[in-house]
């Protein structure tokens, strides 16, 4: 059973649009959600994190919305630019942070 | 961020041989670290969870025997995969936990070719 859902499996956004990646999951013990971000042949780097405690955090153009309620979270890219294309993780872990729960993955190619 | 470094970044090795991979946290003790199996355009499967000074914690369905982890540091967990097999190819990660924050923090990756 896949602990954390994520989609669209991919996305082209032209640049400056604003790309969106939703996950959801169903454990409600999750309390840590980050994203990662992976460029082709790299690991794969923290780009934000949210707890529940809070609906959205900012990071520059990039922004988590989290809906506790619906458990969902979702990415938002403002102004994405090519440099961005790449492939996002979505992630969850219970406050032990003993194990991390990945999505599917989305690849993100963003067109000049 | 908190950096971690991942050895060797490619590696191709005959069938019937044994390789290691390194994973160091350069800048922070990482009380544990993770190993994950990422086939191409997939998701990373997590295989174990180590603990420094512990045995490793497998995943359901992972090899013991043919994935051997040590966490002999602080900074350094080791995986070698032993008696390799072409389909052992695969893109391997390390991944380090910074104490209590949750903050994981990823290796480079190490892709392995076994002919």
């Known amino acids: 059973q896949q602990q954390v859902k994520q989609s669209p499996q991919s996305l082209i956004v032209q640049k400056g649009g604003i790309s969106i990646i939703n996950c959801a999951y169903e454990?409600?013990?999750?309390?840590?959600f980050p994203w990662y971000q992976q460029f082709p042949g790299k690991g794969p780097a923290l780009l934000i994190a949210?707890?529940?405690?809070?609906s959205e955090k900012k990071e520059g153009r990039f922004t988590i919305s989290f809906n506790k309620s619906a458990k969902q979270f979702s990415l938002h890219i403002m102004d994405s630019q090519p440099g961005d294309s790449a492939t996002y993780f979505c992630?969850?872990?219970?406050?032990?942070?003993?194990?991390?729960?990945f999505g599917s993955g989305t690849k993100l190619n963003v067109k000049p | 961020g908190a950096v971690v470094s991942q050895h060797p970044s490619w590696v191709i090795c005959k069938s019937g041989t044994s390789v290691k991979i390194e994973c160091r946290s350069l800048?922070?003790?990482?009380?544990?670290m993770f190993w994950y199996r990422q086939f191409p355009k997939q998701s990373l499967m997590l295989m174990a969870t180590?603990?420094?000074?512990?045995?490793?914690?497998?995943e359901q369905g992972v090899e013991k025997d043919k994935f051997l982890i040590n966490h002999a540091s602080l900074t350094l967990s080791t995986l070698t995969v032993t008696s390799a097999h072409p389909e052992d190819s695969s893109f391997y990660i390390c991944?380090?936990?910074?104490?209590?924050?949750?903050?994981?923090?990823f290796g480079e990756g190490s892709r392995l070719t076994v002919l």
């Open positions: 800048d922070f003790q990482a009380t544990t």
């Open positions: 991944s380090a936990r910074t104490g209590y924050t949750g903050e994981l923090f």
């Open positions: 454990n409600t013990a999750f309390d840590y």
């Open positions: 949210i707890r529940p405690d809070v």
């Open positions: 180590s603990n420094e000074g512990s045995k490793a914690t497998y």
């Open positions: 992630a969850a872990s219970k406050g032990d942070f003993n194990k991390f729960y």
